[in-house]
């Protein structure tokens, strides 16, 4: 791996992670501010849909503004947003701080420097190691998530060794947050003029032949991405446990130890994609391995005991993130390199939007129809998504399987 890309893995980590801790800790910290349920949910939403707004403008304009530029410009309204969130409990003013720092209460990275990164790194590589940089981007990513969610730990340990008091607390780790954030870009100020897209000062598309053959492709691949993140979403870690909970009466503790080992069979699954994928190619691995995963977790509720039902959902977990890094190699692959900010900031809305949908609908479905019901919905939704996926795109191959733009 080039030094461009290992910058852009550690900056994506290091990112992951207080994206991640915030993510944890947010709603606690509203509401210990006085917010209603109403209140935090506004505040979360507000903040995820201009991180929304944040990724288009990006993948429009992207290349155009610079992106070591732009990624530098995005870590300091974060960080901003972060340490504005600890010093006002008004919901008018936080409402302002959310879509001015795009605050992102998902405890995922998913916003526009996730989108910027994923467009540097086929630029700093060749394609032959791709897939290889984005399944390495993923595991870094997914371990800082990891890790954010353990130092969530931290303002209880203010409270008790520092003596202060919970807002002060949730004060200084919002701090240390944007300090992390901050930290996050200065690995992008050293990355070489590679990282930039090839004409940086031109607009990221224009009005050829070519540029509408783009544009199809990058059309047809968002509304199929939309479909499986509203499967996904119906997919929720949080659905999931709820499940579990209740249908076979886990306790929060087996809870935590099984979506942990889930988590940890996630960050195996990018390098086993990767490896899969040099001998089958990227669109046969991203199927073989998503299609069984939503049979195993549909096959869940037929479990008679939680050990079985355990056992599918690693299953399921070992297979479902193989994807990931597939994915978005192939996408990657498939566009001119001008035109891959922009694919990635549109792929990525669309994503987003899907798993937002996917919970709205998942509740109603367990408390009106079958408390099992978004399992059902959910696999059917991934595996209509995968075959679509295949039937639209298995001739259209990569450049180190043989492909051409």
Known sequence: ?????????????????????????????????????????????????????????????????????????????????????????????????????????????????????????PAVVSDNQRTWALAWYNVAVDSGHALGALAAVTPTMLERFAAISQSAAHALTFGLSAGVVMLATVPYAFLSDSAEAPSATSPTLRTTAADARTRRTVRKLALLFGLDSVGGGFLNSALIAFWFFHRYGMSEVQLAVLFFAARVLNVVSHLAAAWMARRIGLLNTM????????????????????????????????????????????????????????????????????????????GSVMQHVALAGPLFIGGALKIVYDLMLYRSFRHIRPPEEGGSL
């Open 287 to 362: 199927v073989v391995t998503h299609l069984p995963s939503s049979v195993l977790l549909m096959l869940a509720p037929a479990a008679p005991t939680a050990a079985l039902a355990a056992a599918l959902f690693l299953a399921r977990e070992a297979l479902v993130e193989m994807d990931v890094p597939t994915r978005q190699s192939y996408v990657m692959a498939v566009v001119p390199p001008a035109a891959r900010t922009f694919a990635s900031g549109m792929t990525n809305v669309t994503r987003n939007a899907g798993w937002a949908v996917g919970p709205l609908l998942g």
């Open 1 to 121: 791996m080039t030094t461009d890309a290992l910058l852009v893995c550690i900056a994506g980590g290091v990112r992951a992670a207080a994206v991640s801790l915030v993510g944890v800790i947010i709603a606690i910290h509203l509401a210990a501010g006085g917010l209603s349920p109403v209140g935090i949910g506004l505040v979360i939403g507000i903040g995820i849909a201009s991180s929304a707004v944040g990724t288009i403008l990006v993948g429009l304009w992207g290349d155009k503004w610079g992106r070591r530029y732009t990624l530098l410009v995005l870590g300091l309204l974060t960080a901003l947003g972060y340490v504005s969130i600890a010093s006002t409990h008004r919901i008018g003013a936080l409402l302002i701080v959310a879509v001015v720092g795009m605050v992102n209460g998902m405890g995922r990275d998913r916003g526009p420097a996730s989108a910027l990164d994923q467009a540097i790194l």
